[in-house]
């Protein structure tokens, strides 16, 4: 039978094939044990492979306002001989790697290219502003996990993991690995990998909580079974429909892989080694779990083997971060040629935003959204040419890109007309959402609640995107009055009580303009006599002060509204409740704190539960209903969505190729790890 693969590929993104540069590159010389080994010309190895069509479906998703996607499916023939770069070829010839063919997996994961097939060679340079922007921002290009998401967003594919499939009712689930996939050390992945990750890592105490997949939507934790040294099954008490795409998730967190180099990391693991503890407290830690996870970690310790495209050089620690290509990656693309192309990634220390943007327009970064702001995408545009750069904007997948979550269990004495919905219904009337987007988002957002996108099987409707949200004060003020109809000597509405009344919007400048929006916000809300005010704070202070359920209400975005069900378990009333800390805190607690949700949150609760073991047909239904409540209810006051502001401004050498027109841009899916960086390439 002939081994086939299933191409996803949008050829909407693939509508302008750019032609490729044939010109030599300047000889390289390659470090080796011993004598340089000089080569002449960087070359993509031919592959004597006929590429055979045998089905293609072309299916239109037509969305009103937006550009048509077209979703084209091709199956090909797998490659059966391989192609590799030219500095693994010369360790090759050197006695220094294996041959390609043993590099690999028996059915190695083939990446379709989006224009060409591309050639090996350059370096990518990109920016970060410290240790702690290490992980989303160099994690998220160079990322694995078991599945993979398609570029739109929609599906996912096979990945680490080459076949999976479900019995009992979705509690079972089997893996099926690529038998012969290798870590960067050259070592073997196999199923003894995956159950020493859930077993003696995941369900381990000393080490951490299971607090990822691990933990399914009932009450015990998986319980997994090597099969054979090549498959793995895991059951769970209730169905886990969304696994798979749950272990499409965290691309970036090696602390989260369904999989741990165990013959490496044994030796940091007091069962395996009698050492372990003494070995924590010389290298300074308290215990062996802490210097486990220490360990484990990609980012501090560059031992540690991987899986990903290029393998760290440098720790979160040092001002360049350097990435080398993986000899031992695992995919090629569909003529047989081992991915990655790009030799490597460059990341660079820069102080503030503004620094890395004077770089973007003086042509020193070659592929950057993160920290890129929307407000300075004139002068970006303006000076593509003089940065030998062309600009993208990739618009954000759902939610709403600057929405207020208004804290229905804010501990102090406002709690009384925050949890009051004609008050919301008030606010949220208030606000003038197409200046918003005129003003602060250029234009290119969609006025309207925090939703899906249009098209989205989870979207519950064309009137809820503006259903509660429309632009009119008298309006406004009807709600108003309900609730607040007294008003001091300065014209505002007092609390019910007489006493002062100050709406305070957290707000914080991470990702763009949002400390402007809560500007305007405050501004729409005096004008109808609510007193409002932003509080701009640096992001982990707004985070730790959400937490403590001291803020009323905070500008977030896009809040994930991507699929409700596809996310840690434990989570409740919709990704951590965040209109409601209070209720986040109960259920954290068994109730021993926080504040006991009302019937109403406590059905969302279990709708996001229901959601995990059902599947798509059922369960979208489901996560309507929840958008449905959200929308009825004004929980999350949303402005406008859709726009890129969110890593939706996106810089891209001129001369970089393979890069796709726009993807799936959200935390969901690591973005921007749908672009499939594996296949970018210099012209």
């Known amino acids: 039978m002939k081994r086939m693969l299933l191409l996803v590929v949008l050829s909407a993104v693939l509508a302008i094939a750019l032609a490729c540069g044939e010109d030599a590159a300047a000889p390289q010389v390659i470090e080796v044990p011993g004598a340089p080994i000089i080569i002449e010309k960087e070359v993509i190895v031919e592959v004597p492979v006929e590429v ?4 293609e479906v072309i299916k239109e998703v037509r969305i009103p306002g937006e550009t048509n996607v077209v979703e084209k499916i091709v199956e090909v023939m797998a490659p059966t001989t391989f192609g590799e770069a030219p500095q693994l070829a010369a360790l090759v010839a050197a006695g220094q790697l294996p041959a390609v063919e043993e590099r690999l997996p028996k059915n190695p994961m083939v990446i379709p290219v989006f224009r060409d097939i591309g050639k090996y060679g350059g370096t990518l340079r990109r920016g970060f502003l410290g240790p702690g922007d290490v992980n989303c921002n160099v994690g998220r290009v160079n990322g694995v996990m078991a599945t993979r998401w398609t570029t739109d967003g929609f599906n996912i594919t096979p990945f680490v993991a080459e076949s999976w499939e479900s019995s009992a009712g979705g509690k079972e689930w ?7 996939l290798r870590w960067s050390d050259g070592e073997p992945m196999t199923a003894d990998d995956w159950m020493y990750a859930l077993n003696d890592y995941f369900l381990n105490s000393d080490i951490r909580n299971p607090d990822t997949w691990v933990r399914g939507p009932g009450a015990s934790t998986a319980v997994g079974a090597k099969i054979d040294d090549f498959t793995v099954k895991y059951t769970f008490d209730v169905p886990y429909l969304t696994l798979p795409s749950v272990f499409a998730g965290a691309a970036c967190m090696s602390t989260s892989y369904p999989f741990v180099p165990s013959s490496y990391m044994k030796q940091f693991h007091a069962d395996y080694s009698a050492d372990a503890d003494a070995n924590a407290k010389a290298a300074g830690f308290e215990s062996w779990g ?47 040629n081992q991915l990655p192309y790009v030799d490597s990634w460059r990341f660079g220390l820069v102080t503030t935003p503004e620094v890395l943007m004077l770089q973007v327009v003086q042509g020193e970064v070659d592929f950057q959204a993160r920290h890129m702001s929307i407000t300075n995408f004139p002068i970006l545009k303006e000076n593509e040419d003089k940065g030998g750069y062309r600009m993208l904007t990739i618009p954000g997948f759902g939610g709403n890109d600057a929405m207020l979550n208004m804290n229905v269990t804010y501990d102090g ?22 200046f918003i987007n005129k003003v602060s988002l250029l234009g290119l957002g969609l006025p309207s609640n925090y939703l899906p996108p249009p098209g989205h099987p989870q979207h519950p409707g064309p009137e809820y995107e503006t259903l509660n949200a429309t632009f009119d004060v008298a309006l406004a003020n009807q709600f108003l009055d309900k609730v607040v109809p007294n008003r001091d000597g300065d014209g505002f509405r007092t609390l019910p009580d007489g006493d002062r009344m100050e709406i305070i919007i957290g707000a914080t400048a991470a990702f763009g303009p949002w400390p402007d929006i809560a500007e305007t916000v405050a501004s729409n809300w005096a004008a109808v006599g609510v007193r409002a005010r932003s509080d701009v704070v640096e992001r982990s202070l707004l985070r730790s002060r959400q937490q403590a359920n001291q803020v009323m209400a905070y500008m977030w975005g896009p809040g994930r509204a991507v699929n409700l069900f596809v996310q840690s378990p434990w989570v409740n009333c919709d990704v951590s409740c965040p209109w409601g800390r209070g209720y986040e805190i109960w259920y954290n607690t068994d109730g021993a704190e926080g504040t006991e949700p009302p019937a109403d949150v406590k059905r969302i609760t279990e709708l996001v539960n229901q959601g995990t073991g059902l599947p798509p047909d059922e369960a979208n239904p489901l996560a309507q209903q929840i958008y449905k409540y959200i929308t009825d209810e004004q929980l999350i006051i949303g402005t406008a969505r859709r726009s890129p502001l969110v890593q939706g401004i996106q810089v891209v050498n001129a001369d970089l190729e393979n890069v796709p027109a726009s993807w799936a841009n959200d935390t969901l899916f690591d973005t921007p790890f749908p672009s499939y960086p594996e296949q970018f390439f210099f012209r």
Do not use: C
């Not at 899986?307 to 047989?336: C, K, S």
């Open 52 to 55: 055979v069509v045998e089905k």
């Open 174 to 180: 089997t893996f099926h690995l690529r038998e012969g």
């Open 290 to 336: 802490p210097y486990y996870v220490n360990r484990n970690d990609k980012r501090d310790n560059l031992d540690r083997p991987t899986v990903t495209p290029w393998v760290m050089q440098n720790t979160r620690g040092d001002e360049v971060i350097m990435l080398n290509r993986n000899p031992y990656y695992f995919a090629v693309d569909p003529a047989g």
């Open 413 to 434: 004495p406002e709690r009384v007309v925050l949890a009051n919905k004609d008050f919301r219904f008030g606010l949220s009337h208030a606000i003038d959402r197409e």
